[in-house]
């Protein structure tokens, strides 16, 4: 699911396994919850260890977007696994310059 | 076109079988020797269309959700997915990117993934009566060095 890490005001949200409907609403809580509480200046998505994701991962990015903005951060995802890229690349995320 | 192998699959619309039927869809083709990538583009398109069924066709109640899988001896998989849930009443709109109507941080792009990862999308929805998303794509038959 997610391991949360917090450092020179980078709060890293390290992703594994599946990310689909039944399990995006729990990473979101935690991400959500530990953004409220540091308010860091980027939110960093690691996808390095995800192993599948659906529409459903475009909509939590785009959500912690949202909701990072607002705080006044901003948001990075990192280490994208190529067929992971596949599903970003038709979102408008790719565009956003959030995907590194 | 002969059909070589044959299943079938229902379930309750619970979010926590989105892994299970994308995972027994993904079983049931390995015979084929997909790729990876075409393995994970089917396994991505079905879990679009259940998490459909799941979240629209059923929003309020707990409905079943059948899968029909087959192969035919041309190396195709069609794959049926189907609800008796609330229907689409304008499937060309819904299938449109980024069209959703659900609030709860959907991408609007399930059919946009089934439309981009598999060969062919067919869509049949009453309102009232359920629906049905046909998807089809050819496994590669490959010499295995090439695999
Ligand atoms: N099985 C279904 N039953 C009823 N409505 C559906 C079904 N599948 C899709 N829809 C409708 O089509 C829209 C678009 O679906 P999709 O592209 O997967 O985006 P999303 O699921 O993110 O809303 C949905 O918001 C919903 O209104
Ligand atoms: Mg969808």
């Known amino acids: 699911m997610v391991d949360m890490s917090y450092k020179n005001d980078i709060l890293t949200a390290g992703l594994y396994g599946e990310i689909d409907h039944h399990i995006a609403p729990k990473i979101r809580s935690e991400i959500d919850a530990k953004c409220e509480n540091l308010r860091p200046k980027v939110l ?4 390095k260890a995800v192993s599948f994701m659906d529409s459903s991962g475009v909509g939590l990015v785009m959500g912690r977007q949202r909701c990072i903005s607002l705080l006044g951060g901003r948001l990075e995802v990192v280490n994208i696994p190529k067929q992971i890229n596949k599903v970003f ?4 995320l790719d565009k956003l310059g959030v995907l590194k | 076109m ?3 192998n044959h299943m079938k699959l229902s379930f309750l619309s619970r979010s926590v079988n989105e892994a299970f ?9 390995l015979p084929l020797d997909p790729t990876v990538t075409e393995l994970s583009d089917v396994r991505t398109a079905v879990s679009e269309a259940v998490t459909n069924c799941i979240v629209h066709a059923y929003p309020d109640t707990t409905g079943v959700v059948y899968i029909d ?3 035919t001896d041309t190396n195709k998989v069609i794959i049926r ?3 008796s849930g609330v229907g689409i009443e304008n499937i060309k709109q819904a299938m449109e990117p980024l069209f959703t109507t659900s609030s709860d941080e959907r991408a609007g792009l399930g059919f946009a993934v089934m439309q981009s990862f598999m060969d062919r999308v067919r869509v049949r929805s009453q309102k009232g009566k359920g629906t049905v998303v046909t998807l089809e794509k050819f496994i590669d038959k490959l010499p295995d060095d090439k695999k």
Do not use: M, W
């Open chain 2, 69 to 71: 899988a087959k192969i």
């Open chain 2, 21 to 29: 039927a994308r995972a027994a869809v993904s079983s049931f083709l």
């Open chain 2, 81 to 83: 997915i189907r609800d």
């Open chain 1, 44 to 47: 960093r998505l690691d996808f």
């Open chain 1, 89 to 92: 690349s038709l979102s408008g």
């Open chain 2, 2 to 4: 002969n059909i070589q």
